[in-house]
């Protein structure tokens, strides 16, 4: 088993920045993607970043540009660095991490931006 814990969500202006981090621990043996999704109220779960396992990233369109993810292979830990955010960017966000083939999600952060 695979255990995610993230830290980093709050509450900030239009415009302000927020780091996420996601640090997995357990059965860890070769993680292939970390990344980050988004609920927001009465919406469907949405893809927001990933990173591969060789450093390859994707973005969703609304997002790119001002967020930026990362990892830190040595510690397990994926970060998303969000700047410039957007009252629409207020969510819950999941951190995501794949290892053969398997998900394990994060409990969720609290993001919400104020107008």
């Known amino acids: 088993q695979v255990q995610l814990v993230e830290s980093g969500g709050g509450l900030v202006q239009a415009g302000g920045s927020l780091r996420l981090s996601c640090a997995a621990s357990?059965?860890?043996?070769?993680?292939?993607?970390m990344g980050w999704y988004r609920q927001a109220p009465g919406k469907e779960r949405e893809f927001v970043a990933n990173?591969?396992?060789?450093?390859?990233?994707n973005y969703q369109a609304s997002v790119k540009g001002r967020f930026t993810i990362s990892r830190d292979n040595a510690k397990n830990t994926v970060y998303l660095q969000m700047n410039s955010l957007k009252p629409e960017d207020t969510a819950v966000y999941y951190c995501?991490?794949?290892?053969?083939?398997?998900?394990?999600w994060g409990q969720g952060t609290q993001v919400t931006v104020s107008s």
């Open positions: 995501l991490v794949v290892q053969y083939g398997r998900s394990y």
């Open positions: 357990g059965r860890i043996v070769r993680i292939d993607v």
């Open positions: 990173i591969i396992s060789g450093g390859s990233t």
